[in-house]
């Protein structure tokens, strides 16, 4: 059982470059998220998905797509990455909205630098 | 809007001190989550609380939520190194997204 899968798990770009993060989880849980972790901030909501073929925005949205066509997949999509997304960036899932023993699942984390 | 605040934001301990970290919560809600992280690492899940006067423990930590004064606490008893990390609180508005709080460094010295 692998859970939620992140990759990759480091990543350079040049400002104005657009790259895909890629989550997926096997347990087939319906709720989906991504995450942004600066330091002293905590974690901030990017955007999140309640089942395939919804998503909606969280905190901080802008820069950032996603889309859920699968109930195992959901990409992050940067789409002209800047300096200020340098960041670690969690993908978390769960069977629906918070429910279960242990609530969410978190991915490895993709640490992301934009120069 | 759903805020989160944890204080402290460091705590440095002794071997074998106790202590306690606060989490507040603006609004109401129905489940609080405790998370450690260590550095350059995933969260990992500690405990989940559901309901007023909930307390759970686990080891040396220990969990209680007071809804009404939308307060939660995590203990530390008789702190071991081990313990070194970031804890991190995060609600759930009535199973709407996760808000975070920022986190306390726990840094447990010999």
């Known amino acids: 059982n692998a859970g939620v899968t992140q990759t990759p798990k480091f990543q350079v770009l040049k400002t104005g470059q657009s790259m895909t993060l890629q989550c997926a989880q096997d347990?087939?849980?319906?709720?989906m998220s991504w995450y942004r972790q600066d330091p002293g901030m905590g974690l901030r909501l990017i955007h999140y998905?309640?089942?395939?073929?919804?998503?909606d925005q969280g905190e901080v949205p802008n820069g950032y797509n996603v889309s859920r066509s699968t109930t195992e997949d959901f990409p992050l999509r940067l789409l002209s990455a800047a300096p200020s997304q340098t960041s670690v960036y969690f993908c978390a899932s769960s069977l629906r909205l918070g429910q279960g023993a242990n609530g969410y699942t978190f991915g490895s984390g993709t640490r992301l630098t934009v120069v | 809007e759903l805020k989160v605040e944890q204080n402290p934001l460091f705590l440095s301990m002794q071997e074998g001190k106790n202590y306690t970290i606060y989490c507040n919560y603006s609004?109401?809600?129905?489940?609080l989550y405790w998370y450690r992280q260590d550095p350059g690492k995933s969260l990992e899940s500690l405990f989940v609380l559901l309901s007023n006067g909930a307390v759970k423990q686990e080891g040396r930590l220990m969990a209680s939520l007071d809804t009404k004064a939308r307060l939660s606490t995590l203990h530390i008893t008789a702190a071991v190194h081990d313990l070194s990390a970031t804890y991190f609180c995060?609600?759930?508005?009535?199973?709407?997204?996760?808000?975070f709080g920022a986190g306390t460094i726990l840094r447990v010295k010999s």
């Open positions: 609004t109401t809600s129905d489940r």
């Open positions: 995060a609600v759930s508005e009535y199973g709407n997204k996760l808000v």
């Open positions: 347990m087939n849980h319906e709720y």
């Open positions: 998905s309640v089942g395939a073929g919804i998503t």
